[in-house]
């Protein structure tokens, strides 16, 4: 089922859009050559208690922490762990946070050191797909327009689009009705004023097509390429948009 937000579960979810915000940027911060994921973790669970928030994250369905990091070929939901980022790593952050019960989902995908200029265009063109997207937003606007828009920007940038996983819904919990994909679904279904989306494009350098690795959550690229990912809670307005998870 589809929600309308009202005023004050706006609000709540200004305030949650804020502190992720604060966060990712201090896990921006401590993002380097030599530390390990888990490290990231710690700073993030740290952050948010420090906001007075919640890790939406951690239990989900098991999900054993606090945020999702994910490193070049994978896509979406690595594990947090001994591995140590490297010089020249595409990490991607995926932080959800819940403050008095409501949510707010954003990921940025970071460059570590330096990396070839296909990989920097790839985490450049993913963020201006979001943007793309977003233009089309008011109410009114078909779910499969938001998908066509960021769609073409990918295809005309030579980038897969990921069409296994989609953004969606958000409020009171993490994922909620529609879902929103990053193509033209087909759907008919219409954005209204005071829905919230989590908008979220998925990229790849080379093939759209991902799998599961063995621990359940790892989304990965089928021919090793890399992924990026960038993605922010979206507020639907009478004219527009307005993003809740910072810049």
Known sequence: MISIKSSREIELMRQAGKYNSLVMKEIAKNIKVGVT???LDDVCMKKIKEYGCEPSCLGYEGYPASVCISI???VVHGIPGKRKIKNGDIVSVDLVVSY???HADATRT???GSVPKEVEDLVKNTEQAFYEGCKVLKDGTRIRELG???????HDHNLGVVEDL????IGSE???DPEVPNYDDGSNIRLKAGMVIAIEPMLNLGTKDVYIEDDGWTIKTVDGKPSSHYENTV????DGYEILTGD
Do not use: P, Q
């Open 100 to 102: 008095h019960g409501y």
């Open 235 to 238: 507020l639907i307005t009478e």
């Open 148 to 154: 066509a828009a960021i769609e073409k920007y990918a």
């Open 174 to 176: 993490m994922h909620e």
């Open 166 to 169: 989609a953004g969606h819904g």
């Open 110 to 112: 970071f460059i570590v």
């Open 72 to 74: 070049n070929d994978e």
């Open 37 to 39: 994921t888990k490290y």
